[in-house]
C-alpha cells in the first residue's frame, strides 16, 4: 500500500506540470539498446511490503533474463512516483491504484503495466485494518464525529475510510481526517490523539498485539480489490515498447513467484524495510495476482467520482490499455 512518509497528492499534481514541462523539454527516455547491451531501467518504490515481488524478481534475475539492468529507487510514496514516471525520471513505478486514476484523468500522461498488490481476499484477515482502541467503537458508522488517521489524503485510504461509514450507514463527510505517516499511527491511538487507524502491515500487526479490534478494511469493500499498480509514462510506452513488453513480463513473473513463495517475501522485506524477522513471520501478506483486475479498478473509478476526486469518471480502459 502506500506510503510511509507522503505528501498530500493534490500537492503533488500541482508539482506535476512543472515536471512534465521539463519532461517536454528532455525527459529522460530509455532508447533501445544495442544487442547485448542490458537497459538500465530506474523503478520508483515505496519502501513497504506491498513492493516485495519487485525486490525478489531482481534477486532472482527475472529481469536480467528480460535484458534489464534494474535499479530500485525509493520515493517518499506512490503519490509522489506518478508525476516523477511521467516526467521521465523514473521508467517504472508503484503506485496506489485511486492516486494512478486520479492522475491519468486530470492529464498526467500514464498507463497501469502491471498489478501491484490486492486484498487477501478475507475481510477479516487482510493485510489492511480499520482498527479502534475503544471497546464502543463497533462499526465504521459509529467514527462520525471522531478523528481517524489516514496515510495522506485523497488516495485509497482516505477514501476506502469514507466508503467503509457510508456503507454501514455513516456520514462520511461527518469525520474528522487526520493525516499521519503509516509508522506514527500505532502511537496516535494509543495516545487517544486520534479514534481509529487505518494501516497496513506491518503495522496492522503492532495494533493487534495491543488487543484492538479491526472494524474495516480493503477486503471489507471488495474481495478482488486491486489496491495498487505499476505504471510507465504514455512517452516511454510509445518510443520503446519492447522495453516496456520486456519490464512487464519480468514484472509478472516476479508476481506470480512471490504469490507462491510467501517464505521468500518474508524473507527479502529484511532486505530493504527495517522489519523484524518475528514480525516478517507473523504478518498477513496481501495478494499479489499477475493480471490487472480491471473491474476492481472500474470499482474504485466509481468510488473517485463519488467521493468527488474527480468530476469525470476514470477511464479505466484507456489507463490499462
Given at each position: 500500500?502506500?506510503?510511509?512518509?507522503?505528501?498530500?497528492?493534490?500537492?503533488?499534481?500541482?508539482?506535476?506540470?512543472?515536471?512534465?514541462?521539463?519532461?517536454?523539454?528532455?525527459?529522460?527516455?530509455?532508447?533501445?539498446?544495442?544487442?547485448?547491451?542490458?537497459?538500465?531501467?530506474?523503478?520508483?518504490?515505496?519502501?513497504?511490503?506491498?513492493?516485495?515481488?519487485?525486490?525478489?524478481?531482481?534477486?532472482?534475475?527475472?529481469?536480467?533474463?528480460?535484458?534489464?539492468?534494474?535499479?530500485?529507487?525509493?520515493?517518499?510514496?506512490?503519490?509522489?512516483?506518478?508525476?516523477?514516471?511521467?516526467?521521465?525520471?523514473?521508467?517504472?513505478?508503484?503506485?496506489?491504484?485511486?492516486?494512478?486514476?486520479?492522475?491519468?484523468?486530470?492529464?498526467?500522461?500514464?498507463?497501469?503495466?502491471?498489478?501491484?498488490?490486492?486484498?487477501?481476499?478475507?475481510?477479516?484477515?487482510?493485510?489492511?485494518?480499520?482498527?479502534?482502541?475503544?471497546?464502543?467503537?463497533?462499526?465504521?458508522?459509529?467514527?462520525?464525529?471522531?478523528?481517524?488517521?489516514?496515510?495522506?489524503?485523497?488516495?485509497?485510504?482516505?477514501?476506502?475510510?469514507?466508503?467503509?461509514?457510508?456503507?454501514?450507514?455513516?456520514?462520511?463527510?461527518?469525520?474528522?481526517?487526520?493525516?499521519?505517516?503509516?509508522?506514527?499511527?500505532?502511537?496516535?491511538?494509543?495516545?487517544?490523539?486520534?479514534?481509529?487507524?487505518?494501516?497496513?502491515?506491518?503495522?496492522?500487526?503492532?495494533?493487534?498485539?495491543?488487543?484492538?479490534?479491526?472494524?474495516?478494511?480493503?477486503?471489507?469493500?471488495?474481495?478482488?480489490?486491486?489496491?495498487?499498480?505499476?505504471?510507465?509514462?504514455?512517452?516511454?510506452?510509445?518510443?520503446?515498447?519492447?522495453?516496456?513488453?520486456?519490464?512487464?513480463t519480468a514484472m509478472k513473473k516476479s508476481?506470480?513467484?512471490?504469490?507462491?513463495?510467501?517464505?521468500?517475501?518474508?524473507?527479502?522485506?529484511?532486505?530493504?524495510?527495517?522489519?523484524?524477522?518475528?514480525?516478517?513471520?507473523?504478518?498477513?501478506?496481501?495478494?499479489?495476482?499477475?493480471?490487472?483486475?480491471?473491474?476492481?479498478?472500474?470499482?474504485l473509478a466509481d468510488l473517485i467520482v463519488?467521493?468527488?476526486?474527480?468530476?469525470?469518471?476514470?477511464?479505466?480502459?484507456?489507463?490499462?490499455?
Amino acid at each position: 500500500m502506500e506510503s510511509l512518509m507522503i505528501r498530500r497528492f493534490t500537492a503533488v499534481l500541482a508539482g506535476a506540470a512543472m515536471l512534465l514541462s521539463a519532461a517536454a523539454c528532455g525527459a529522460k527516455e530509455t532508447p533501445p539498446s544495442t544487442p547485448g547491451t542490458p537497459d538500465k531501467v530506474t523503478a520508483g518504490v515505496v519502501a513497504i511490503v506491498d513492493v516485495a515481488p519487485i525486490y525478489l524478481g531482481k534477486q532472482k534475475g527475472f529481469f536480467t533474463e528480460q535484458n534489464i539492468d534494474l535499479t530500485l529507487q525509493t520515493a517518499q510514496g506512490g503519490a509522489a512516483v506518478v508525476p516523477a514516471v511521467a516526467a521521465g525520471t523514473y521508467q517504472f513505478g508503484f503506485s496506489n491504484s485511486i492516486s494512478v486514476l486520479v492522475a491519468h484523468t486530470n492529464g498526467v500522461p500514464i498507463k497501469a503495466i502491471a498489478s501491484g498488490n490486492g486484498t487477501t481476499g478475507n475481510a477479516t484477515a487482510d493485510f489492511s485494518g480499520l482498527v479502534v482502541k475503544d471497546p464502543a467503537i463497533t462499526s465504521p458508522k459509529a467514527l462520525v464525529g471522531k478523528k481517524v488517521a489516514t496515510n495522506t489524503l485523497k488516495n485509497i485510504v482516505d477514501t476506502s475510510i469514507k466508503e467503509l461509514v457510508k456503507r454501514d450507514g455513516g456520514d462520511p463527510a461527518a469525520v474528522s481526517l487526520v493525516e499521519l505517516a503509516f509508522p506514527d499511527m500505532v502511537g496516535a491511538l494509543d495516545t487517544n490523539k486520534v479514534d481509529a487507524i487505518f494501516v497496513v502491515e506491518p503495522f496492522l500487526s503492532a495494533a493487534k498485539a495491543k488487543g484492538w479490534k479491526v472494524i474495516g478494511s480493503f477486503a471489507a469493500l471488495d474481495p478482488a480489490m486491486c489496491v495498487a499498480l505499476y505504471v510507465t509514462s504514455q512517452a516511454l510506452a510509445q518510443s520503446n515498447p519492447d522495453l516496456v513488453a520486456r519490464f512487464t513480463t519480468a514484472m509478472k513473473k516476479s508476481l506470480a513467484y512471490a504469490e507462491s513463495h510467501p517464505d521468500e517475501v518474508r524473507a527479502i522485506l529484511g532486505s530493504y524495510t527495517q522489519i523484524a524477522e518475528n514480525v516478517r513471520q507473523g504478518m498477513t501478506l496481501p495478494k499479489w495476482p499477475a493480471d490487472i483486475n480491471r473491474a476492481s479498478l472500474d470499482k474504485l473509478a466509481d468510488l473517485i467520482v463519488a467521493n468527488g476526486l474527480t468530476s469525470k469518471k476514470p477511464d479505466v480502459a484507456a489507463v490499462v490499455s
